[in-house]
């Protein structure tokens, strides 16, 4: 899941197989048209052993907003204590 850093109200969820790649590929307007003119840093993931259990809990957690608030909200009180 990544967080985008203006002001962190938007997030995004997707699978890769390749995490840095993802990133950089977002943040350099080359990834999903929702990401781009945003800059993005990961705040969770999570590995599994096949790619459709990834996709299955994928879209869990894209349609928990919930989940996705709190996975936010922990994150950014993790990063004050530092």
């Known amino acids: 899941m990544l967080m985008s850093l203006d002001q962190h109200k938007h997030s995004y969820v997707g699978y890769t197989q ?3 790649k993802r990133l950089a590929l977002h943040n350099s307007n080359k990834g999903a ?3 781009r003119g945003r800059k993005w840093i990961v705040i969770y993931h999570k590995c599994y052993e096949t790619k459709s259990i990834a996709l299955k809990e994928e879209i869990k957690l894209k349609k928990n907003y919930k989940l ?3 996975l ?3 994150f950014k009180k993790s990063n004050l204590e530092i």
């Open 18 to 20: 390749n995490l840095k």
């Open 33 to 35: 048209k929702y990401t």
């Open 68 to 70: 996705r608030n709190k």
């Open 72 to 74: 936010k909200k922990i």
